[in-house]
């Protein structure tokens, strides 16, 4: 705290010290997306100042009467007097065939909302025509989807728990439907996806992978109610967003699965259903002073219930039913404070809840006509996680090449690793009991993150970012300071290329323990404790990045992290067990991962996409497993990925593929058996993840048709996934026909061609 | 119409699922290895079960190997167990020395030759005492208190297997039974129980102190023996003993799950025969006999 309130009385001193004029802008292009690194200069004189990755600048100048240049190459330099008490936007036409696509400041980021300018995005081949944020997420290079099928994301040799998914500001404990299948979002309660990989700001911190920020929309160029209904297969959706351009927002999106609709209720209540739904609902003003004020809420569920009944009585008077019920749902909601103290001062005050709880309930209930009462029995497991957030995140514009941003963030995360309640009832000769076991109440840990950052402009070619972010973390009377140093440097060289490199650690006070698949709702989150320690992560990244020609632009990146303290369930039985300590079930060890990335996009024209190509390895060594280095899962040491568009505007009809190719997926085997020194037979594994299936290859197309009717717009969307058949092995699973480890037989489960539709209609 | 519906959407989606079988080539490829058991305990004759391994997808079982060669070196002592059909191990009556490094190698024409160089551990020379109706077993009755003291050597990692049992006068055997892993130092990531009643643990917890395990056994259990009444068995075993049984535990634990052919479920049994699998386990240690 003190190191804060010193940050803080600092940056209050020098304001009054350097009582300049001070102006503040955004520069857009003519479709309103940032500029950035537009030069802002006050003429004849040395005040300059560069706008940011979101287009914003601030500039401290002299006369009032200036006329400030603002000057970027292949636009049109713009001449304009700014009021020095007002936030302008600024707008600047590129010139007839100028290429206005780059990459960004920072390396690792991409932000499809401003990056993207094509439409493609909702025209990507999705699985079961399901618009998916994740899905889209997977086809950037070093983003890999994990199991075949599954709507995960693995960024750079991390784990799915290494990813911090923020929506509108508020972390997200379990982003995915149905086991992992599709994401929790509605696709259109998303305008912007920016995923920073590995390098990232000193604002954010918490997970060691990738910190991917999902914002609602909250702006757009017209004023006005506008919506949409979307059927798929899985949900009808529905949309409806009223914004009032540079006043206010108003946006709730929600979707809801429909077979279950389709059976009769009495099925549904008796005998079995499943379902899902997700709502996001987001309300925001600008106030009279100027400042804004955000609300966000976001409520998402899965039900899956199955009933079946045994009539075992020979005279079938006596029927036992047997019920098994799995829930797990996100509730998220957050209300954020954007206040601007002075032209040079900005803040954002912001609480968040997020709570993820998931349920597995077993029951059983005879009904036997012989007793008056239904005996029954029911153990219920519960397992959650609450979080509790409150950030105060500012920027403070000390000077033309100096924006420094500080702030303390704090985070409550009440842990709820295990609850077993067993239920006795109605039995005639056993008395009536409930019996808990596991957690009894939430255990809470404490994350107080206190950063500073300065964005520096040695000069007109070179940026520097260089910060600390330190964090206290506290759980059962134990507490612990970790420091983490964030660097990155940015260099402008000749032609617009753009060199980077930089230098992040992240420290992880949080796991998820893998009982099963990634997104499957038995995975538990569980602290860092005294025995497992956090997680510590280093990166170090550069890249590079330059225009071709009008329309192509391209990337190449490398990296380089150690990964210290991974956490990986060694006991899958033990571990998932309520009433055992579930530290006796995981091991620590390290991990390594490095790699190169290449990224070609054009973003013009009919034609639209981008071609990727990764070369990635990723290893695991945990000494209590196996005495090397193992790979990674997920490893996939080649990887291409191509994503095309065609879009003409004076057609109803818009194409679609997705193509992929690369290094098969990692399975374990057991190649050999032994006997131990008991004499009993034991597997032979020469090493984990020994075993990589055939080449990866997918093929997916997309073909949507646009047909205005009526006033509305209604949209046919039809998607193949996997047209080529390529056995990508959803998994592979060595079963022995005996107990006797004999007759060994490799199944090897597959998707291909799944069909997918969607059916909107825009308003 | 509804149900045509939902009849429609769950064919496509299952007609999407395929499935088929497949004999990857790391299978296919398999060469067996010799396997070697044994445990070597201080100033006790050696036996040595030597058998191979067979590839997962063979239909045939591993077997006694009855014609290897074994060779054992310690310092200017070389020895040559032999075969013996009685107990189906390789057998020799030299005996080592707790501290004594033993280089052990074996060959087959029919496998690649396999070694393995270890050390029998010291003997930390256990105390035991026991205490006649000295405290209060699991049922809330007064039983015998039973203590074994050692004192753990600094600055190392040192691992222990720890047995108790009772006499039982009447058929004349020791019956081992379990001892409560209740001490603080006995921690689930630090210790395990065999089969046989053994818990083995390491010192992570009590590294170079003097450590007093105690147990009450259950009421009654000797009261009318004349003679031997308890048998604590402390022994200083290898990092490759215990990390040998704790994969065993493991595997056996995962055995139970469904395979999904990750690596949640795989264990990789540990072993310390260079080319080849199973363990050549040593340890050192006393039996306290408790009247």
């Known amino acids: 705290m003190r190191y804060f309130a010193m940050v803080l009385f600092s940056c209050l001193v020098a304001n009054a010290a350097f009582a300049q004029r001070v102006t503040r802008g955004i520069v857009l292009d003519q479709n309103e997306n940032p500029i950035h690194n537009v030069k802002v200069q006050e003429p004849s004189t040395q005040n300059i100042t560069y706008t940011n990755d979101n287009g914003e600048f601030i500039l401290t100048y002299y006369e009032q009467d200036s006329k400030i240049i603002f000057t970027y190459p292949q636009t049109d330099t713009v001449r304009l007097p700014l009021r020095y008490d007002a936030f302008t936007k600024v707008f600047m036409r590129p010139r007839e065939g100028s290429n206005e696509y780059h990459l960004g400041y920072r390396a690792g980021f991409l932000d499809f909302g401003n990056k993207n300018k094509n439409k493609n995005l909702e025209n990507m081949p999705y699985f079961l025509g399901e618009s998916d944020v994740n899905r889209q997420l997977q086809m950037l290079p070093g983003v890999e989807q994990g199991n075949e099928g599954y709507s995960n994301l693995y960024v750079r040799g991390g784990n799915v728990d290494q990813n911090l998914m923020l929506y509108n500001g508020t972390p997200i404990y379990n982003f995915n439907h149905i086991f992992g299948i599709s994401s929790t979002f509605h696709h259109k309660s998303i305008k912007n996806t920016s995923i920073y990989r590995g390098i990232a700001p000193a604002k954010f911190g918490g997970r060691s992978s990738s910190i991917i920020n999902l914002e609602s929309e909250k702006d757009r160029d017209f004023s006005g109610l506008e919506g949409e209904f979307e059927m798929t297969p899985l949900n009808a959706g529905l949309y409806l967003g009223n914004i009032k351009k540079g006043i206010s927002y108003f946006t709730i999106a929600a979707r809801r699965s429909w077979i279950d609709l389709l059976l009769p209720q009495e099925v549904r209540q008796n005998s079995q259903t499943a379902n899902i739904y997700d709502l996001q609902v987001n309300y925001g003003r600008i106030l009279k002073n100027k400042d804004k004020l955000d609300f966000s809420f976001m409520n998402t569920r899965d039900l899956y219930f199955l009933s079946v009944s045994d009539d075992g009585d020979t005279s079938g008077s006596v029927v036992t039913r047997f019920g098994i019920t799995q829930k797990w749902s996100n509730l998220l909601a957050s209300v954020k404070y954007t206040n601007y103290v002075s032209k040079r001062f900005s803040g954002e005050q912001s609480l968040y809840y997020s709570g993820y709880k998931t349920s597995l309930e077993l029951d059983q209930e005879i009904y036997d006509p012989s007793i008056i009462s239904v005996p029954n029995t029911q153990q219920l497991q519960e397992r959650g996680i609450r979080d509790i957030g409150i950030q105060s995140n500012w920027v403070y514009h000390w000077k033309n090449d100096h924006n420094i941003s500080f702030g303390m963030q704090n985070s409550t995360k009440l842990f709820l690793v295990g609850r077993l309640t067993n239920v006795v009832a109605g039995y005639p000769t056993v008395a009536d009991s409930k019996e808990v076991s596991g957690d009894i109440k939430y255990r809470p840990s404490n994350e107080l993150a206190l950063y500073a950052e300065d964005a520096f402009r040695l000069n007109p070619n070179t940026k520097l970012d260089y910060g600390l972010r330190s964090v206290v973390y506290q759980f059962d009377g134990n507490s612990t300071v970790v420091l983490e140093p964030r660097i990155h440097g940015t260099f402008f060289l000749a032609n617009r290329d753009v060199l980077k490199l930089g230098y992040n650690r992240h420290n992880q006070f949080i796991s998820q323990l893998s009982l099963g698949n990634a997104g499957s709702p038995q995975n538990l989150w569980v602290p860092a404790t005294e025995q497992i320690l956090p997680l510590k992560v280093d990166v170090l990244e550069a890249a590079y990045e330059r225009k071709l020609g009008d329309d192509y632009s391209a990337g190449i990146n490398v990296y380089f992290k150690q990964m210290e303290n991974i956490t990986l369930v060694s006991n899958l039985a033990d571990a998932g067990n309520a009433d055992l300590d579930w530290q006796a079930s995981v091991v620590q060890g390290t991990g390594r991962a490095y790699g190169a990335e290449l990224f070609l996009q054009r973003s013009k024209g009919f034609f639209t996409g981008w071609i990727s190509y990764a070369y990635s390895r990723s290893t695991r060594n945990f000494p209590d497993l196996f005495d090397e280095d193992f790979n990674f899962s997920f490893d996939r040491p080649h990887m291409l990925k191509i994503y095309g568009n065609y879009t003409d505007k004076n057609s109803q009809f818009n194409f679609g593929f997705n193509y992929i190719v690369g290094s098969g997926q990692l399975f374990t085997l057991p190649i050999g058996k032994f006997r131990d020194q008991s004499g009993n037979l034991q597997l032979e594994y020469n090493t984990l993840n020994n075993y990589r299936s055939n080449v990866y290859q997918r093929f997916d197309i997309s073909v949507m048709r646009a047909k205005p009717t009526g006033g509305l717009d209604q949209e046919w969307r039809f998607y193949l996934y996997n047209m080529l058949g390529s056995r990508n092995p959803l998994n592979i699973s060595p079963d022995f026909e005996s107990a006797g480890l004999s007759n060994l037989v490799i199944n090897r489960a597959y998707l291909a061609f799944v069909p997918g539709v969607a059916y909107i209609v825009k308003f | ?291």
């Open chain 2, 1 to 291: 119409m509804k149900k045509n519906i939902l009849y429609i959407l769950i064919a496509s989606l299952f007609s999407s699922c395929f499935q088929d079988t497949i004999k990857p080539d790391i299978l296919k490829d398999y060469t067996p290895k010799l396997v070697v058991n044994s445990l070597i305990a201080a100033d006790e004759s050696i036996s040595i079960e030597i058998t191979n391994s067979v590839a997962s997808i063979d239909s045939a079982f591993p077997n006694l190997i009855k014609n290897a060669q074994v060779t054992i070196k310690s310092g200017a002592v070389e020895i040559k167990p032999t075969y013996s059909d009685i107990t189906e191990t390789y057998v020799s009556p030299q005996t080592f020395a707790a501290g004594d490094i033993l280089e052990v190698r074996v060959s087959h024409p029919d496998y690649p030759n396999v070694a393995s160089t270890l050390r029998i551990p010291s003997d930390v020379n256990p105390t035991g005492t026991l205490i006649e109706n000295g405290g209060i077993d699991t049922g809330g009755l007064v039983g015998d208190l039973i203590q074994v003291n050692f004192n753990d050597p600094s600055n190392e990692l040192n691992y222990y297997r720890l047995k108790v049992s009772y006499f039982n006068e009447t058929v004349g055997v020791w019956v081992p039974f379990v001892f409560p892993k209740s001490d603080p130092s006995l921690a689930e990531y630090n210790s395990f129980a065999l089969n046989d009643f053994s818990i083995l643990f390491s010192d992570e917890l009590f590294d170079g102190q003097n450590k007093t395990f105690s147990t009450v056994t259950p009421s009654g259990i000797v009261s009318r023996n004349t003679g031997d009444k308890y048998r604590v068995e402390l022994t200083s075993i290898s990092r490759d003993f215990f990390e040998y049984y704790r994969s065993i535990q493991r595997a056996t634990d995962a055995k139970e799950l469904t395979f999904q052919g990750s690596y949640n479920n795989a264990v990789v049994i540990h072993t310390n025969i260079l080319n080849g699998l199973g363990i050549i386990a040593t340890e050192s240690g006393k039996e306290i006999v408790l009247k």
